[in-house]
Nanobody, 125 residues
Framework: QEQLVESGGGLVQAGGSLRLSCAAS????????MGWFRQAPGKEREFAAT????????FYADSVKGRFTISRDNAKNTVYLQMNNLKPEDTALYYC??????????????????WGQGTQVTVSS
């Protein structure tokens, strides 16, 4: 059983940066694939980035590729999302997720068992 707690969201101007963190409480974090998803008002939750259990493989949505970087520290049970060159369209509630179904990457919402409560990112123009 994993409990996930996100932090690091906030208000930033376009072109700025934020780093989101997601702390996991379970003992099996290092075996799980992890992902970041986001949901803007009135829109469906969408994939942003994912990382394998070892951290050796990552995959990004086209909309964030080249601007966002996902990473993890298994010793700290934490996954990160570094977001650079933020745009107003990045404004959303950002969720961390963990999957016990694979140690690899996954962009599919249905793959993930555990979800955090979300952290709000607002980018002003």
């Amino acid at each position: 059983q994993e409990q996930l707690v996100e932090s690091g969201g906030g208000l930033v101007q376009a072109g700025g940066s934020l780093r989101l963190s997601c702390a996991a409480s379970g003992r099996t974090f290092s075996r799980y694939g992890m992902g970041w998803f986001r949901q803007a008002p009135g829109k469906e939750r969408e994939f942003a980035a994912t990382i394998s259990s070892s951290g050796g493989t990552t995959f990004y949505a086209d909309s964030v590729k080249g601007r966002f970087t996902i990473s993890r520290d298994n010793a700290k049970n934490t996954v990160y999302l570094q977001m650079n060159n933020l745009k107003p369209e990045d404004t959303a509630l950002y969720y961390c997720a963990a999957t016990s179904r694979t140690s690899y990457t996954s962009a599919r919402l249905s793959t993930y068992d555990y979800w955090g409560q979300g952290t709000q990112v607002t980018v002003s123009s």
